[in-house]
């Protein structure tokens, strides 16, 4: 079974700070990896899908990374803003490619940006 | 925006009377999704439809049924609410857009049962 741990649980950093935010896996066979925002009282936006052939993805001040082989990512964010405040999660598939993919959600990391 | 809409976004009821949660999507996707969400077990997958009248179980799929009887509306039936019930309910649809790996979430149905 799939197991998803996103450590820490919840960051405070200052505005303007690069961060790392982090994203284990116990079962590396997977087709890819995605991470979510959550903004309170809101649903999940995509933020970077990384297919299991790529190593990293980019999408203006984030990057995200994938090691298949060591079961993690990582979702770096550069010159943090208070508007980056919000939890973010990531996401495995667990199944099958396709639209048979159940998917696997971490807990998230709750990021705070301090103005 | 990927065409997602849930309703009701906040319904109260009581113990022990059934309701149902609707999702309905404008893209004529083939998979939908309903997920609850609750603090300290993130995302858990309820019951999925991959088309018309196709649909299977998630993780946590007791005490809930589902029906797509069209491609734009699943529909999530809890027959007997209980308070371990209260949550916050996705919907999710899949293929939205370009890539046909990512998934697309509606806004949540708050659901307290009391």
């Known amino acids: 079974k799939q197991e998803v741990t996103q450590i820490p649980a919840a960051l405070s950093v200052p505005e303007g700070e690069n961060l790392v935010l982090n994203c284990s896996f116990t079962d590396s066979a997977i087709y890819n990896l995605q991470w979510f925002r959550q903004d309170p009282g809101k649903g999940l936006t995509s933020l970077l899908l990384i297919q299991s052939s790529q190593r990293e993805q980019t999408s203006g001040r984030l990057n995200a990374s994938l090691d298949k082989s060591s079961g993690r990512s990582t979702l770096y964010i550069a010159a943090s803003q208070p508007g980056d405040s919000a939890t973010y999660l990531c996401?495995?598939?667990?199944?099958?490619?396709?639209?048979?993919?159940?998917?696997?959600f971490g807990t998230g990391t709750k990021l705070q940006v301090i103005p | 925006d990927a065409g997602i809409t849930q309703s009701p976004r906040h319904k109260v009821t009581e113990t022990g009377t059934p309701v149902t949660l609707r999702c309905h999507q404008t893209?004529?996707?083939?998979?939908m999704y309903w997920y609850r969400q609750d603090p300290g077990h993130g995302l858990r997958l309820i019951h999925y439809?991959?088309?018309?009248?196709?649909?299977d179980k998630g993780e946590v799929s007791d005490g809930y049924s589902v029906s797509r009887s069209k491609t734009e509306d699943f529909l999530l039936t809890l027959e007997s609410a209980t308070s371990s019930q209260t949550s916050v309910y996705f919907c999710a649809i899949k293929n939205a857009g370009g890539n046909p790996y990512e998934q697309y979430f509606g806004p949540g149905t708050r659901l307290t049962v009391t």
């Open positions: 893209e004529n996707h083939r998979y």
């Open positions: 439809s991959y088309g018309v009248k196709d649909t």
């Open positions: 996401a495995v598939p667990s199944g099958h490619s396709g639209g048979y993919q159940k998917v696997t």
